[in-house]
């Protein structure tokens, strides 16, 4: 007449007990979202009741639906969001091309990954008779379909961000604008906010512009294909992205001159079955295409922000949407600083050196078994980039002035960005900046719930991979140290686990806080931050995503 249930959160250990009454049809083995009813004794299991059931545990789908009740994410679109979305008309009129200047018949393509469908960014290009070039990023319009104080509008603002779990996305907009009415795709007439670059061939910029364009893209290239076609291969629009690719890496060498830092991580994807079970795991490589798309991004967002920080004089400035990122907190780049030096790096510390000596550790590490580590790491050691309406600067980019602009399909800011730049060029008097600073800390909030659940469903993927493969030997990296165990990355699969000291019955490990390590008692056998290591999987947890690991002596 009652049932159990036991909670996934790692922070509680009591199990939950639910009246028949409650239990809500669900059955042995069932995956449910839960409320607490009663927690009024300490020594009495609080009670609960049933309020959906996810599926059985351990399948995908219920899994993963897990993920999405933990974080609090959507399953699914209100109906009133999309029957608003379904009733926007799809055609262009004559009155709105008007408005608007005219790309139609400007080189314009797309470079997105092979599945995607939400392209929200287009680059046109065209040579000018006094030799420079004409760069236009296209950015979808998205704020022309979405209008302010509707349903869907409050339900965007709500979501803030698309969130890219392992195996779908739970997207921002509905399908209809996102991969139908917004997405620039090939040999149709789209609707597109550009910003407007004259440059020459040193990627030096003479002039900008920014407006409402209409744009007719020529080709749609995966990263991949435009990858090939800048190696040197032959084929429509290889001169134009060869010489494209050439003003980027101009761009990406100017940043980095003048302090931008090399922040990138080392990303897992999985190549899942048809039921979503993972069969491998494989490491995101980025190339010049992806670097290509990357500059150009980065220079519309820095110029929309500029432009809009230089439209008034003074101190009394336009309210705006700025993404910044503060300079490291120097405790914690002393505290990395100690880190990095355990794997034999040195990291200078003082503040006008830090982005140097970090771009230089960047380059000695690439390739070596610390690289992942020690990649998280200084992102971690780095302060958190959020949205504001302060024009703070931004520290990993080296850009004073720094915006998103480019991806309204996916971000929320993004469209405050295009509505306030719109109202700007238009005449429009500054807006009141309290109600954008509340808009702005709701984006950042969002932001990081989505970056949360992402690395969630990662780490299931990855436990669940490792769940798989419990009867190898691998090679592994030491990552953490604690005083109950010892944190192990497995080289191959970028995944973590713990060897706990408890387990550990070669010796007594005692540990060593001031030089990140342990040390046995009486084999005076050492493990240390760094060391490399032969592990075997002992256990599994997918519950609760972690791997207990032990270690080959």
Known sequence: NFSFIVPDFKKIYQDFFVHQEHINNAETNDKVVFEVTKWAMPDRNPEAKVIEILGKTGENE???????????????????????????????????????????????FTIDPEDAKDFDDAISFRQLENGHYEIGVHIADV????????????????????????????????????????????????????????????????NEWFGRTIIHSDQRFAYEQAQELIEGGEGKLAKELQL??????????????????????????????????PLEVVTKVRKDAHKLIEEFMLLANKAVATYVFRMKK????????YRTHDHPNPEKVMDFAQFAKQFGHKVNIEEA?????????????????????????????????????????HFGLAFPHYTHFTSPIRRYPDMMVHRLLQYYLDGGKSVNKKDYEEKCVHSSEREKRAADAERAS???????????????????????????GVFIEIIETKCEGMARLADMKDDFYEFDERNYRVIGRRRKKIYRL????????????????????????
Do not use: W
């Open 244 to 277: 494209l690719n050439h003003l980027a890496l101009k761009l990406r060498k100017d940043r980095f001159a003048k302090g931008a830092v090399n922040f990138e991580t080392t990303e897992v994807k999985f190549k899942l079955d048809e039921k979503g079970k």
């Open 62 to 108: 219920a899994e993963i639906h897990s993920i999405m009740a933990e974080f609090d994410l959507p399953f699914r679109f209100d109906p009133v969001v999309l029957k608003e979305s379904e009733n926007i008309k799809d055609e262009i009129s004559k009155d709105e091309i008007e408005k608007r200047r005219d790309f139609r018949d400007v080189l314009t």
């Open 353 to 393: 050196a830090v982005s140097r000596s970090l771009n230089q550790l960047m380059s000695e590490i690439e390739g070596k078994p610390e690289q992942n580590v020690l990649q998280q790491l200084a992102v971690r050691a780095m302060a958190k980039a959020k949205y504001t309406t302060d024009a703070k600067g």
């Open 458 to 484: 990662i780490k299931y993927k990855q436990v669940e991979f490792m769940s798989m493969a419990t009867d190898k030997v691998y090679e592994g990296i030491i990552t953490g140290v604690t005083d109950f």
């Open 314 to 321: 003074g101190e009394d400035k336009n309210t705006f949407v």
């Open 143 to 206: 704020t022309h379909y979405v209008q302010p104080g509707t349903t869907l509008d409050k339900d965007a603002f709500d979501r803030a961000t698309s969130v890219y779990l392992v195996d779908r996305t739970v997207p921002m907009l509905p399908e209809r604008l996102s991969n139908q009415l917004c997405s620039l795709r090939p040999n149709e007439d789209k609707l597109t906010f550009c910003a407007l670059f004259e440059m020459d061939d040193k990627a030096k910029i003479y």
């Open 530 to 553: 760094g060391d490399k290591v032969n592990v075997r999987i002992k256990k599994t947890d997918i519950d609760r995503r972690l791997i207990d690991l032990s270690i080959e002596i």
